[in-house]
């Protein structure tokens, strides 16, 4: 690949990521108006909190955008290790909201450690599978990071956090798969996980009414299906351009978490068909540029990282818009960018550095002309 | 770092393939079901949206004004302010209650237990005092919201003719029912978005119509002649302690009620604190057995079918005479009367005697003629047809009472319309009270004469001559002249039927009549029913018609036709009313 096509993979993707940003914070900015508003009386309460943020995440996108990617194995097992104790640390002292203990308070500020896990994660499972690989280790290894992941998930259950819990089953699922993990094995994981969902249905019956309001939301429209009808309104009344920026109702306590995990049915219903395929678009272009460069990266780390951008991204974003549009049943998670919340939009950035570390440092096989971000 | 070689097989590539073909899917379920939902769906979702993102509230649109003839104003819309508490904003519920139930006049609790809604609304139409207290306490969450209250300024002046809009707005009586559609503008809408938790966002509503302002209505009735009227019949009220009166100017030539009152009356401002038999117009919506008025009909006919002179004279028996097995009675006993004197000594033995000589079938005729029995079609609600049976009906008696206006009853406008006849040459009017409608309407337009021609000229004019003799010293209603005016009239005194029987206590005491004979501008008619004392119409009704008349023939600058004796006879006629 000539330096050339890098550059032009490498700023293209710089458009893309500064315009995932910038409409990030502005419908961050109308989707959370409304709720700062009766709750603290200033409209912009959360869209401040969102730009502070934005500094330290952008700190972290310039040093991870800089650090040449290789020397993030260094960091995978530390990370992993303060990720479970902070995961710990939140069933201890987290602070409880709506029943579930998802964050640490320090000085105002509270984090999720849920989302440095599976920043960490990512991280952990591209180092251990490259050398994996690299040392030709017996297959059984991989039961550490099975087990590793475990831990996170049993941990994310506790506080409890299904959304992460997914998404992180989805990560581990995903990097097996492309590790070349015999599918007998991978079956059987994947059906070792039904006895587990059925239990816990079981044990929270509140699982098992979100799953009916899921299947039949008009059945109970103000009870089990109210989220799912009014995240439907909401995408459906925007129609083909939307009812315009900061316009949409639907956010006025109709959506529940309008600007957390309701966002994207904010942006249907304000930016219209159009506006979420566009962001779709966009963050398409991400993920399937990391997605091309993971079978092109020459090395066996980097292939492994930029797969696992690419899903860290891709399972976020289809799990959140699935959720909205009634394709999933409903679950708290963020879009990445586009939903407030400090941890969410640091953690990010972060990974988007280290996507812009990839695209800088990694050596490219073949003469590909034909880019996904050629024809954005 | 280990580099792979160039094109090394790994199962990596294969496998990475693959869950990059799933994403790519994931991605092309979410275009679909976002194409699904806000292309294909859209319509019904936007509905289902405004649905619940909305309110619709009306807002009241300002009622029409009513004006008398020469514009005086009768009812009108005044803005007024209806209160509701936002109670999210309220700091101290107690105190806001403790405060509103001390201006508002309301028990403390009431308010109290109001305030534990989202939006309650503490009371509608707000008197002035009351907004200004409100607003000077400085509430938070207190909210005014536009609305209109009825005010009629005079009172209980024309009480009967307007009736009363009901605090909705909506005309229950009178011409405010009537008119309704007319009066009543058209309500606004605004859209009030709403967010999911029912807080209304008032800031933010849009008006999506705004009201339309009712139309103006200008009545046929003349403000000072209507109160004259109601002054006048308000000191026989005093006087006479009546169960009921009823009084009717209306113009001859036209129709035009020019005034129209009753007692007992009602104010419509206030319309719940009287009893519901006050604010009926019993000039409309009542009957009367009209005793001798009647009379002028019977004469009428006679005279019309040629079966009569003038001057011939009938044996009017001694006030005593036995027919069809019936002794009919007159109020003095008089020997033998020629045809005019009959009438003005208004005996009931002559008249019937005259009757008798055109008989059942063209007497109906002749009633008929003058359309009693049948509504007058006046714009007001509630009007009755009075009582008049069909001739094949009649008994053997009934030749000997109805001549005499008994067996028939009519309303007070039927009356009228009948005396008008004699005032304007001939012809049947059609009562009515709308002059016009502002901004025009003109399907509203009444039909003004009806053109039938009920009595012949010469036959007007002659028995209009016997009627002038009636206000007279020898008629029967002398107290109802007035020196310098020629007035044709026609007193009436009639029984009351209780249980079936006629009565000796109860009766109806009227008179009707028309000034200046020469160019008649009013006819009135004035009707007392049940009068304490003395029940005659020539004494109980006569000088409550003479006193309307002559203030109203003041008031409308009408000439006396001979002005050495107007003079004259003002004096006295003022030398009278002092005594």
Sequence with gaps: MSSRQRLRIYYNCLIVSMLLIILGSAMVLSSSAPYALQRTGDPFYYFRKHCIFLIPGMLLFFYFKNLHYEKLRRFAKPLILISLALLILTLVLGTEVKGAKRSINFNGFSFQPSELA????????????????????????????????????????????????????????????????????????????????????????????????????????????????????????????????????????????????????????????????????????????????????????GRYLAFGVGIYFGIQVFIHAGVTVKVLPPKGTTLPFFSYGGSSLIIALAMLGVFFSLIRNSEFEGNEPELISEIL | MRMLRKNEPTCFLKREKMIEISLYLCFAILAARLFYLQIIMHEKYAKFAGKIQFIENQIPAQRGSIYDRNGNILAMDIPAKTLYVYTRNVDDKDKTAKVLASILKMPVSEIRKKLDEKYPRIKRKLTIEEYTAIEKEKLKGVIFEDDYKRLYPKGKLACHILGFANVDGIGIEGVELQYNDVLSGETGLVSIPRDGRGNSLISLSRVICSPVRGKDIYLTIDERIQQIVEEEIAKCWETSTPKKISAIVMDPKTGEILAMANKPDFDPNDPGRFPAEFRKNYAVTDLFEPGSIFKIVTAAAVLEEGKVTVNEIFNCEGGKWFIRGHILHDAHPYGPLDFQQIIIKSSNIGTVKLAMRIGDQTLYRYIKKFHFGE?????????????????????????TAIPIGQEVGVTCLQAIRAISVFANGGYLVQPHIL???????????????????????????????????????????????????????????????????????????????????????????????????????GIVAAPVFREIAWRAMQYMQVPPQNASIAMTGSQTYESKRTD
């Design chain 1, 118 to 301: 599976k920043f960490s994660l990512v991280i952990y499972l591209a180092h251990f599978f490259a050398r994996y690989e690299e040392e030709k280790k017996s297959r059984k290894v991989f039961i550490i990071p099975v087990f590793v992941t475990g831990a996170i998930m049993s941990l994310l259950l506790l506080e409890p956090d299904f959304g992460s819990t997914a998404t992180i089953f989805a990560y581990v699922m995903g990097f097996l798969i492309v590790a070349g993990i015999n599918w007998f094995i991978i079956t059987g994981m994947l059906l070792s996980s039904v006895p587990a969902v059925v239990y816990l249905i079981h044990k929270k019956p509140y699982m098992w009414k979100r799953i009916i309001g899921f299947i039949n939301p008009e059945k109970d429209p103000l009870g089990v299906g109210y989220h799912v009808i009014q995240s439907l309104i909401s995408t459906g009344s925007g129609g083909l351009f939307g009812v315009g920026l900061g316009r949409g109702r639907q956010k006025m306590e109709f959506l529940p978490e309008a600007h957390k995990d309701y966002v994207f049915a904010v942006i249907g219903e304000e930016l219209g068909f159009l506006g979420a395929l566009f962001i779709l678009i966009l963050f398409g272009a991400i993920i399937f540029t990391a997605l091309w460069m993971s079978r092109r990266v020459r090395d066996v780390f």
């Design chain 2, 375 to 399: 509504l007058t079609g006046i714009d007001l609600p509630g009007e009755i047809r009075g009582i008049l049976r069909p001739v094949e009906k009649w008994s053997a008696y009934s030749i």
């Design chain 2, 435 to 537: 002059k016009r409608i502002e901004p025009s309407a003109p399907s509203r337009a009444v039909s003004l004469v009806q053109s039938e021609n009920v009595i012949s000229p010469g036959v007007i004019a002659t028995l209009n001559a016997i009627l002038a003799k009636v206000v007279s010293e020898e008629g029967t209603a002398a107290r109802a002249g007035i020196p310098g005016y020629t007035i044709c009239g026609k007193t009436g005194t009639g029984q009351k039927v209780e249980n079936g029987v006629y009565s000796h206590s109860k009766f109806t005491a009227s008179f009707i009549g028309f000034l200046p004979l020469q160019d008649p501008q009013v006819a009135i008619l004035v009707n007392v029913d049940e009068p304490r004392g003395a029940y005659y119409g």
